[in-house]
């Protein structure tokens, strides 16, 4: 069965610095999504992504965060300058065809990654 | 907004024992309803999910109903097993494309 995989499974990072959480979608997937989850709370949506450029975003994803898709394949997230409440366990997660009108449709989760800001 | 409240956990049960975990929720209108299972190690998987009111939402021996009166979307099990130990999510899906998810359970089931 088709899979989303995240690299790394848990990164850890220095206060200020940038990271980049890496998400391979499944191949016919053509929406994509960050969350995530701070240590005991909920988890958060982030951003979506579609044909290129961002649908939506929370007032979480502020300048800090961009995504891109720069191969074609990889979705990335990067964190310009990494905060200690940036710290949480982030997920991809991929769905193949739009939610509107007829929708919902699944959407297919990563393992997620443990970004842990020191 | 939209928001999903679901039982603090951990919830710890022995195998055959019955199964609830409790789930409301807060929208505009009558959003879908899921429930998501995360096993050790691995990511959200969907478990069931019912897209309006009255719809009942079953696998792997697991049930929910959505309940438009008390907003509700509890998920239950008759018997669970060692395997079912995982962290259940309850979400809706807000138009636009996104699942707004509550903070998750932990059941953990005992031999």
């Known amino acids: 069965e088709p899979e989303v995989t995240q690299t790394p499974s848990h990164q850890v990072t220095q206060m200020g610095q940038e990271v980049i959480l890496r998400c391979v979608p499944i191949s016919n997937h053509l929406y994509f999504y960050w969350y995530r989850q701070i240590l005991g709370q909920k988890v958060e949506f982030l951003v979506s992504?579609?044909?290129?450029?961002?649908?939506?975003k929370s007032e979480i994803f502020d300048d800090q965060f961009s995504v891109e898709r720069p191969d074609g394949s990889n979705f990335t997230l990067k964190i310009r300058s990494t905060k200690l409440e940036d710290s949480a366990m982030y997920f991809c997660?991929?769905?193949?065809?739009?939610?509107?009108?007829?929708?919902?449709?699944?959407?297919?989760f990563g393992p997620g990654t443990r970004l842990t800001v020191t | 907004g939209n928001s999903v409240t679901q039982m603090e956990g951990p919830v710890t049960l022995s195998e055959e024992a019955f199964l609830t975990i409790n789930c409301t929720y807060t929208a505009t209108g009558y959003p879908s309803l899921f429930w998501y299972v995360q096993y050790p190690g691995e990511g959200l998987q969907l478990l069931l999910k019912a897209t309006k009111a009255d719809d009942k939402g079953s696998n792997k021996g697991f049930e929910a109903t959505y309940r438009k009166e008390t907003t509700s979307f509890h998920l239950e099990k008759g018997s669970v097993q060692v395997s079912d130990s995982a962290v259940y999510f309850c979400a809706l899906w807000e138009y636009g494309n996104k699942l707004v998810f509550g903070a998750g359970t932990i059941l953990r089931v005992k031999s």
């Open positions: 992504f579609y044909n290129n450029e961002i649908s939506e």
């Open positions: 997660a991929t769905q193949s065809t739009s939610g509107r009108g007829m929708g919902p449709y699944e959407q297919y």
